[in-house]
């Protein structure tokens, strides 16, 4: 389904939604949000892209592939669970360091890193589903569909399918 | 030099969402919004934005201002028992031509009196609306787009 | 003893390598491991023999509730039995390694038969109950092996399983037995259990272990009704049937309850059941024999037969039955053996075991024909052979009973004649007579074939000439053995003019007389009706039992693991419905509070919504588009709930993954077609009360679960923990990220592996479709379609993850 | 019972009886499209919902639920509108083939 | 309204156990969906929760404000939300897999046990396996 | 605190990643996946030796004390169901190296394997009811794609029906949750088993077991909740359909042993006779089930089911014999189990058929196969001096010590019938003859050992069958910690005091 | 001050949703119904969110809401083009009221000129 307009606001779109989805994640840990959130929102970002240009365009965008994502999102949970235990400490104790920039402190700690994890294997979750799904081929379903029907008016027994929805 | 622009932009959005104006906050904001622009760089395209703030302003109020009138207006229609407009889909010729500026067009076409933007031809030179009220006829409608919304754009966009 | 078993057993294990090393030879080297384990065990007489016993322990398993030793105990009787395994074994495997020296599995029969020694040496020499369990299990199981060791045939598979399950249950009913008998007593070792019989005697368990323990000893030897199996196990090759089934494992049963009869004997049921089943075991088989013409099916009877009277000697329990029932198991073991091994080189040389097919194979097979006269005669109790001893105390211990000894010993009697017709049988139709034309050009069998059969016969004749060779070494310190107590007598050939010897001329001239009929009776219409009533009816009803519980699983599986899910689901749903609502009502009881007052009209718009979507769900099931759609809009007011209950981070959650679910439904739905066919209204109302159900107990069961306060101390922990020790303002949060942290990480891999999952089903080409083109012809199929462009494998497809 | 308090009333009034219309409309149809418009309709209500309480319950934080509804729901609305598209496509090519 | 969730909670429960029971493997999988959201409302119910403050400290406070609402439930759920969407988007793969393989999705006509499954094994005779390090 | 107990479930994850990342590497795959094995190994080792010296091992992640954290707890029935799945997860890793084709290895099976492997890991360690919950999840995700993986019909048939079933049932399993929450406001299971006694009302608790014997029962496949195992465990490859045969129901087995003597003691007389029904129940209906069958993989399908009651049996007689039994049986039967899926494996690469009618003569060509079949059979059927023996003497005394004389004739009985379906292997398979026409031609020429690298798959039956006699003949040390672990379960109170502290 | 402005939004903002229900609800055909569904309902959810803004005065949550704001204006009339388009190609009812359709010429002639694969099913 090519649309101009869908395709040059996407364009748009995509920006504010990973950034809103990073502000979701950062926060996560202070108010709503976080990195299982965060991630839902960057992931729509880049389906919505895909739904307006295809997923090929949006793997260029992407640059890495979806199920790689994952395997860094465990490896950093992983990290963070056993950067306490390299300090002593059991499995996933949270470390945190804190930064002061004139007036506002950061905080960076294992949990952070916990969340990074979450945040990117629920983006190479989605992204991987949706865009498997989206790269496969419609006409099989339609080619199906269609040999079904001829099935059925040769032999006559109802396989019983119809197309489309209830008007 | 436009991406580092939009670069601040970003960086400003994201003081402004997290709502703490400071240095480390802004530094923190420029450093995501690089990393934004590094994923989604590549899809913005050459408009240019920055001319013409104050053209921009003006198409906004216009803009508003109709989106109020037409929501009345479609009030009116709504809750007044039967109708008595008379509605289409009509072909607009269309002068602007980049893509921002026809999805402009489309989007405030759609959130204006009655229209609601259905298809751009595949040579974009048309925009097929889906006009409420073509009661005066299908050439004003027509020329209340081409002479409104399009030319607030397109002054804003050249 | 231990380390003489487990050598028999290592051996046996490597057999295989071995007989591949030494060709034909195994036989001879192999044959040294029971010579080797017999001299032991003789070594053993001097002190058996002055009342000696001799016990050997070594723990195998110690800890409360489980006191296993592999112990040893040797003693007269168990002597006697180890004489018999070692001594005939030694002969066997000669005799297999010549029976079977073309057959390409000897080294299997070698390797089988040895470990079967091993386990039957076991049997009788193993002291702890649960120890003896597990030699007896092992008989069964080598046994089980060497009847089937002409696997290629049908029936020899059907014997061995015949044979397994028989005697295989009454093993369970035997181990049952024991536990008790250990339970009731406090011991596990024969040897001491000996001095506990009254403590048995007594318990209130003392009939259930009798019976589970004569389960076990009647189906292993072989006692009415259980006897078919061994006949069909004639099945199995003749070195096989000469040493399983009529020298050593069949008499197993008769051995642990010979063992056992100081322990539980010499009671009211004991007498009726041994001594009962011994006697209608006897009568029956033993003119069933002569119903046949096949000499191993007439031997293996005549088997039955002893077995048969040596339960009902062990049932008299009297001193008397007890010197007869040790004669007679030795005298049989010889000539039994020896006829075997006979009849098993007929078979072996003319190519049939069946006596009218035979005939004046005399001067061909001299040697057999003697040693099979001695041993019939033998059998047929006749002087001055050994087997005429036994005979004799048979009648004396018979004519001794307490209570009706006329029945007894007119069975006996009645009995014998038709074992001397047998015997009769057995030599003089494949021997004498005119010679016959027989499938193979009969000869004189090999040396090894006819060695082992000759020493017994001679054997028999000499202990009958000079029982005094045996009786005090062997006979005597075995008979205690049963008895339980020190018994002193010695054997004569010659007793006098007496009651017995006259009823062993009258039994002699019965079955010479039977013997001339022979030809008229076996075809006289009672015989095949006494024939069809005992040998093949039984059969008949153990399959039946076997075909009916075949039957039965058939239509259990019929019914329920019929392939409908929705069968299954509604199954687990009423199981569920009737265990966890049953439970419920009836021990807590509904408890319901609920305050409807604190409820905002908007609230209320919310609940309304969320039922007119179920029923938008329910309704539009023809359009899987709107039930999407409906299915949007209960999560959206679910998140609306969760949002007024101060949940954010859960509405946000919400909404989000009910969006992205009802997208990842819809990008399916393009592809799946709609369904239109639906189930009938009985198993659609069916589904609807299932339903309704459950969904009521569950809000009954949250009300009653919500009717008392909760206590929130870990949330109030977390609360307090939060901010100071973990760092984060948002509670929630903090919990995933830190305080239940491994949950999330669990949840994570979840959805990380759902996603592999899902990319792995849609991307991976069908496995094994290029393999068989079978699948690939019926094109009709909308997989085949998808298949070719799968393999082919456009640009992104086919790619590894 | 301030004007304030008033108002907020009156736009739960409001948002109700919009969710109930426009499941009026959902049950109606007739056809998916009119399903869809009625489903973003109710994304629209809900987000309304959840911002009126952010002021009626006094905790700003539920506004950003609003707003990722607001950029999901539009994601989803696109995706049914796409869904739509191509059965629609489909049944097209079947009537041509 | 905590009143009326078991009540909506029981009901979404129902609906989902009757469309999990249909024929159609899609309407099936929508059974799930409502299923376990009925079975995350249930715990939210189960957790107590009441129109409560949420579970958040306030910038400059210590703890949240009291009463807060219940914050682990919320968390659980959570949890279960993710998982649940996980298992979704699978069970959904595997439906549309099993379509494009059996030819459709009929539980009742083309769901039989499988008896025989040797042909599940490829290559029986054996290519490559076994060359550890290739 | 001991930290090694996050390691049974850190290191399959690490493996499983490194995995992922390494995927388009066959080789690398594979000696990720047996390495990772070992080292799981190794660490379950040390953290048995610290058990079986010091008791029950604690850990509290993230440092938070019980019951407000997660806490990991290493008793020795966790110790003993750790060892075994160790061990079959190594012996699968290597047998998978033949028989996984090189599709699958691309498609993520090897990090399935240890997905699954942390996930089983992580049930039998959690000493959290919820983070039980998320780790059955875990296996059953895993399983789910490990059943599918390959998208033949078979395996899709089966999977849907596995999928649907045990997706519902982790929905109960989380309800249950719920409820045990909002009955006692706590989620660790030490804590648990505090507070339940001192709910009022004792009827509800009782029906929160109930739900959790139907949550676990769906997934342990007991009596009338087994019906997806048969449908679908004999359909994915041989090393899959081996270790969820072997593993993945007694994780059900091991959830209900541990909440049945943890938490819900409190009506035993009720919830545990229950339990000796539904025993009877599944042994009968399981072995009826092989009986009619004739598909090697199918009858041993079956055969899961029955032997699962004799463990339900075990822990229905809720004494020290009862449950060193149940234990003791669950880790024999592992090992028989898997050891018959993996030899049905081999036959099938050898006669091209899973289809008893259509096998034969696998004893005379394949004889050392046969002693290897034989073995795993009779063990199975309990026949001494095997690692069965041991299992079912233990039950039947204790059966017979506690007066159970019915459900011990039935469990007697059934034994028999077991007997009866590996005979019915054995006759068709091995004894019988070859068949005239569909065997593939490589039959009886390709050795086990040499050319075609069978021996990858033969090595690892000939290992277990190993442990199977070694367990057998040596059972003592076997037996005794069965005794240690089941002393532990019925005296809650040295649990509860290595989680909480002393109260 | 503030709150009565927040309070006006507020009215004004549930007003215009209702309008978009009852729009959706009344209006003859489901272009007609999209109309009242696009702009009033994004008037009426812009508006609560103003009432936001202006209840709290404070810069973060104005700024949100007006980012939402905004974010709706964007998405709100492209929803309504692909759904319109969509419902457009699925066939539509025109209600009698509908006097010119120059889009159905249009694909007619995209169609027969064959560069119709812009507007054909086409997921890549
Ligand atoms: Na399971
Ligand atoms: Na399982």
Not at chain 1, 19 to 32: A, T, V, Y
Not at chain 3, 234 to 242: D, K, L, N, Q, R
Not at chain 5, 31 to 51: C, D, K, Q, Y
Not at chain 6, 58 to 67: F, I, K
Request: proline letters at 4%.
């Amino acid at each position: 389904m090519k649309s101009l307009i869908l395709q040059t606001a996407t364009r748009w779109l995509i920006g504010i939604m990973v950034l809103f989805s990073l502000f979701i994640f950062f926060r996560g840990h202070d108010e709503p949000g976080g990195g299982f959130i965060g991630g839902l929102m960057g992931a729509a970002a880049f389906t919505l892209y895909a739904v307006a240009f295809g997923t090929e365009a949006t793997r260029k965008v992407l640059r890495l592939e979806p199920i790689t994502l994952i395997g860094f999102g465990l490896l950093s949970l992983l990290i963070s669970g056993f950067i306490p235990v390299v300090m002593g400490d059991p499995f996933l104790t949270g470390k945190w360091l804190f930064l002061d920039w004139g007036g506002s402190e950061t905080k960076l700690g294992s949990p952070l890193l916990f969340d990074i994890g979450v945040y990117l294997c629920v983006v190479g979750f989605i992204v991987v589903v949706i865009f498997s799904l989206e790269e496969e081929k419609l006409d099989h379903g339609i080619l199906e569909n269609r040999k079904s029907k001829k099935r059925k008016s040769r032999s006559g027994k109802n396989r019983g399918y119809k197309h489309g929805e209830g008007k | 030099m436009k991406i580092f622009l939009f670069n601040i932009i970003l960086a400003m959005i994201w003081m402004a969402v997290t709502a703490t104006f400071s240095f480390g906050n802004l530094l923190i904001g420029m450093i995501i919004g690089y990393f934004v622009l590094l994923v989604v760089g590549s899809t913005i395209d050459q408009s240019g934005y920055t001319r013409k703030v104050w053209k921009a302003a003006i198409l906004i109020i216009f803009f508003l201002k109709e989106l109020f009138v037409s929501s009345v207006r479609v009030a009116k229609d709504v809750l007044r028992p039967g109708f008595r407009m008379e509605s289409g889909v009509v072909a607009i010729p269309l002068d602007v031509t980049s893509d921002f500026e026809i999805m402009l067009l489309a989007n405030m076409i759609s959130l204006t009196p009655g229209t609601l933007s259905l298809e751009v031809s595949e040579d974009r030179k048309e925009l097929f609306i889906h006009a409420m009220y073509i009661d005066e006829g299908v050439d004003h409608v027509r020329e209340s787009i081409k002479n409104g919304l399009e030319q607030y754009i397109m002054e804003v966009t050249r | 003893m231990l380390i003489m078993i487990a050598l028999i057993f290592g051996v046996a294990l490597v057999t295989p390598w071995l007989s591949g090393l030494l060709k034909e030879k195994a036989g001879w080297v192999l044959a040294l491991l029971p010579l080797s384990s017999f001299i032991y065990l003789v070594s053993w007489i001097p002190e058996i023999a002055t009342g000696g016993t001799v016990t050997q322990s070594t723990v195998w398993v110690s800890m409360d509730y489980f006191e296993v030793n592999l112990a040893f105990y040797l003693d007269g009787l168990s002597l006697m039995f180890g004489l018999i395994i070692t001594g005939i074994g030694t002969f066997i495997v000669l005799y297999g390694n010549g029976y079977l020296h073309d057959n390409i599995y000897l080294p299997r029969f070698h390797c089988t038969n040895l470990l079967f020694m091993g386990s039957m040496l076991g049997v009788v020499l193993a002291d702890n109950l649960i120890s003896i369990f597990v030699f007896w299990e092992l008989t069964s199981f080598t046994s089980y092996l060497l009847i089937g060791f002409n696997h290629e045939q049908e029936a020899s598979r059907k014997a061995a399983l015949q044979a397994l399950l028989v005697t295989g249950i009454g093993g369970l009913a035997l181990l049952a037995g024991m536990i008790l008998m250990g339970f009731a007593t406090g011991h596990w070792e024969v040897s001491t259990l000996l001095n506990e019989g009254d403590i048995v005697r007594n318990h209130l368990h003392y009939l259930p272990i009798l019976l589970l323990v004569l389960g076990g000893a009647f189906t292993k030897s072989a006692q009415f009704p259980f006897h078919f199996w061994l006949p069909s196990a004639m099945a199995a090759p003749t070195p096989v049937s000469a040493y399983l089934h009529s020298a050593t494992m069949v008499k197993a049963g008769v051995y642990i309850l010979a063992r056992l009869h100081p322990v539980l004997g010499s009671t009211e049921p004991w007498l009726i059941l041994v001594g009962g089943f011994g006697l209608v075991t006897l009568l029956m088989s033993a003119w069933l024999s002569i119903s046949f013409t096949d000499m191993k099916q007439i031997l293996a009877y005549s088997t039955v037969m002893s077995l048969g009277t040596m339960m009902m000697l062990i049932g008299l329990g009297t001193g008397l039955a007890m010197q007869a029932l040790v004669v007679y198991i030795f005298t049989h073991a010889m000539y039994k053996g020896a006829l075997f091994m006979v009849a098993g080189a007929i078979d072996h040389e003319a190519g049939t075991r069946d006596v009218l097919k035979l005939g004046g194979l005399w001067s061909l097979m001299p040697i057999s024909a003697v040693t099979a006269i001695i041993a019939a005669l033998s059998m047929a109790g006749i002087p001055p052979l050994y087997g005429f001893i036994a005979k004799e105390l048979l009648y004396e211990s018979a004519l001794e009973v307490a209570g009706w000894p006329v029945l007894f010993i007119s069975v006996a009697v009645i009995a014998n004649m038709a074992i001397v017709a047998a015997s009769a049988i057995v030599v003089i139709r494949p021997f004498f007579g005119k010679q016959v034309k027989t499938p193979h050009k009969a000869h004189e069998a090999p040396f090894s074939m006819w060695i082992g059969s000759a020493v017994l016969a001679v054997l028999s004749m000499i202990f009958g000439i000079w029982p005094f060779l045996v009786d005090k070494n062997l006979m005597v310190p075995a008979a205690s053995g049963v008895w339980g107590a020190p018994m002193n007598f010695y054997l004569s050939l010659w007793h006098g003019i007496n009651l017995p010897l006259i009823l062993s001329v009258v039994t002699l001239a019965g079955g010479i007389l039977v013997y001339w009929h022979w030809d008229y009776l076996r075809d006289s219409i009672p015989m095949r009706v006494y024939q069809t009533g005992f040998a093949k009816f039984p059969v008949k009803v153990y399959e039946n039992l076997v075909n009916g519980m075949l039957g039965l699983a058939g239509w259990q599986t019929r019914v329920l693991q019929n392939g409908l899910i929705s069968n299954y689901l509604v199954t687990i749903l009423i199981a569920a419905l009737i265990g966890i609502g049953y439970t419920f009502v009836s021990r807590s009881g509904v408890i319901l509070n609920p305050d409807f007052t604190e409820i905002y009209f908007y609230e209320w718009a919310l609940v309304i919504a969320i039922f007119t979507s179920l029923g938008i769900i329910l309704a539009f099931g023809h359009s899987r588009l709107t039930m999407v759609i409906g299915a949007g809009v209960v999560g959206f007011n679910l998140a609306l709930i969760y949002l007024i209950h101060g949940a954010a981070d859960l509405a946000m959650t919400q909404v989000m993954v009910e969006t992205l679910t009802v997208i990842l439904v819809v990008l399916v739905l393009i592809h799946v077609p709609q369904l239109q066919a639906t189930r009938n209204l009985i198993s659609q109302s069916r589904d609807a009360f299932v339903a309704v159900a459950s969904g009521l107990l569950m809000t009954l069961l949250i009300y009653t679960a919500t009717s008392t306060p909760l206590d929130m101390f870990i949330s109030e922990f977390y609360a307090e923990a939060s901010y100071p020790l973990a760092h984060g303002r948002n509670i929630v949060n903090v919990i995933l990220v830190d305080f239940r942290a491994l949950d999330t990480m669990g949840e994570v891999v979840v959805m990380s592996v759902a996603g592999i999952a899902v990319y792995a089903l849609i991307k991976m080409t069908r496995t094994g479709s290029a393999k068989n083109r079978s699948e690939k012809i019926n094109s009709g199929k909308p997989g085949s379609a998808k298949k070719k462009s799968a393999t082919s494998g456009s640009t992104p497809k086919g790619k590894a993850l | 019972m301030n004007f304030f308090s008033i108002a907020i009333i009156v736009v739960y009034v409001f948002l109700s009886l919009s969710l109930l219309i426009s499941l009026v409309r959902m049950i109606i149809g007739p056809t998916p499209p009119d399903r869809v418009v009625a489903l973003d309709l109710i994304a629209f209500v809900v987000m309304g919902y959840i911002a009126t309480y952010s002021i009626s319950s006094g905790h700003p934080v539920y506004l950003d639920v609003a707003i990722a509804l607001a950029l999901i729901a539009f994601f989803g609305t696109v995706a049914f509108a796409r869904y739509i598209f191509l059965r629609a496509s489909q049944r097209r090519e079947d009537q041509h083939v | 309204m905590e009143a009326l969730l078991p009540v909506i909670a029981g009901s979404i429960f129902a609906a989902g156990v009757y469309l999990l029971l249909k024929k159609g493997l899609i309407t099936t999988i929508i059974g799930i969906m409502l299923i376990s959201n009925s079975v995350n409302l249930a715990l939210f119910s189960l957790g107590r929760v009441t129109r409560e403050n949420p579970p958040l400290v306030a910038n400059g406070e210590l703890i949240p404000a009291t009463p807060f609402a219940n914050p682990l439930p919320q968390a659980l759920i959570l949890t279960a939300i993710v998982i649940g969407f996980g298992l979704l988007a699978f069970v959904l793969a595997l439906a549309y897999r099993s379509y494009k393989e059996l030819g459709t999705v009929d539980q009742d006509t083309l769901l039989k046990d499988p008896e025989d499954t040797s042909k599940a094994i490829v290559n029986v005779t054996n290519d490559n396996r076994g060359k550890i390090n290739r | 605190m001991n930290g090694l107990l996050i390691l049974p479930i850190a290191l399959p994850l690490l493996t499983a990643t490194l995995a992922l990342i390494f995927r388009n590497y066959s080789s690398i795959q594979r000696w990720i996946g047996v390495a990772g094995m070992v080292a799981i190994l190794m660490s379950v080792a040390a953290l048995f030796r610290d058990v079986y010296v010091d008791g029950i091992q604690v850990l509290q992640l993230g440092n938070w004390e019980a019951p407000f954290g997660i806490t990991l707890v290493g008793d020795m029935l966790s110790m003993l169901m750790l060892g075994i799945s160790a061990i079959m997860g190594l012996i699968i890793a290597v047998y998978s190296i033949y028989d996984i084709d090189k599709e699958r290895e691309q498609f993520g099976y090897y990090p399935l394997l240890h997905i699954l492997l942390m996930g089983v890991n992580g049930s039998f360690l959690t000493g959290d009811i919820f983070n039980m919950y998320v780790w059955f999840e875990v296996l059953l995700v895993a399983s789910f794609i490990l059943l599918a993986l390959g998208n033949s019909k078979n395996q899709l048939q089966g999977a849907l029906k596995y999928v649907i079933i045990n997706l519902f049932s982790s929905l109960i399993f989380l309800f249950g949750v719920a409820m045990l929450y909002s009955i006692t406001g706590s989620l660790n299971m030490a804590d648990l088993a505090l507070r339940l006694p001192e709910v009022e009302n004792v009827g509800l608790v009782t029906t929160v077991a109930m739900i959790f014997l139907i949550a676990f029962g769906i997934k342990a496949a007991i009596f009338p909740l087994f019906f997806w195992l048969p449908a679908s465990y004999h359909t994915p490859p041989v090393a899959i359909s081996a270790i969820f045969g072997g593993l993945l129901t007694k994780v059900g087995v091991y959830a209900l042993i541990r909440t049945f003597t943890l938490l819900f003691t409190q009506d035993v007389g009720y919830t545990h006779t229950i339990l000796l029904w539904i025993a009877g129940f599944t042994m009968v209906t399981g072995v009826l089930g092989a009986a009619s069958h004739y598909e090697f993989r199918k009858i041993l399908s079956f055969h899961i089911v029955s032997q699962i009651g004799y463990m339900i049996m075990g822990l229905a007689f809720n004494t020290k014999l009862g449950l060193m039994g149940a234990i003791f049986y669950v880790l024999h039967n592992i090992l028989a189990k898997s050891n018959l899926f993996l030899i049905s494996g081999i036959a099938q690469r050898l006669t091209g058929t899973f289809e008893l009618k259509q096998m034969g003569g696998l004893y005379k060509h394949y004889p050392f196969l046969a002693v290897l079949f034989l073995i795993s059979a009779f063990a199975l059927a309990g026949f001494p001096p095997l690692s069965g023996f041991w299992a079912k003497l233990s039950l039947v005394k204790a059966g017979l010590s506690i007066e159970a004389y019915v459900i011990t004739a039935v469990a007697i009985l059934v034994g028999l019938l077991t007997l009866f379906s590996m005979t019915k292997i054995w006759m068709s398979a091995f004894w019988g003859p070859v068949p005239e026409k569909g065997v593939p031609d490589h039959f009886g020429k390709m050795p086990l050992f040499g050319p075609g690298n069978l021996y990858i798959m033969v090595l690892p039956v000939m290992a277990i069958a190993g442990l199977i006699i070694l367990i057998g003949l040596v059972a003592q040390p076997l037996l005794e910690v069965c005794l240690i672990a089941a002393e532990q379960l019925l005296n809650p109170s040295v649990y509860i005091e290595a989680v909480l502290g002393a109260q | 001050m503030f709150e009565i402005i927040a309070g006006i939004c507020l009215i004004l903002g549930g007003f215009f949703m209702f309008v978009a229900a009852v729009g959706i609800l009344r209006l003859p055909d489901i272009l007609m119904r999209m109309h009242a569904s696009t702009k009033a309902g994004t008037l009426g959810i812009g508006l609560i969110l103003l009432a936001v803004a202006f209840t709290y005065a404070e810069i973060g949550i104005v700024s949100r809401a007006v980012a939402t704001i905004i974010f709706v204006l964007m998405t709100a009339p492209v929803a309504a083009h692909t759904i319109g388009r969509a419902a457009y190609y699925h066939g539509i009812k025109f209600w009698k009221g509908t006097i010119v359709d120059d889009l159905k010429s249009y694909y007619e002639r995209s169609r027969k000129a064959g560069l119709s694969s812009g507007n054909h099913p086409d997921p890549h």
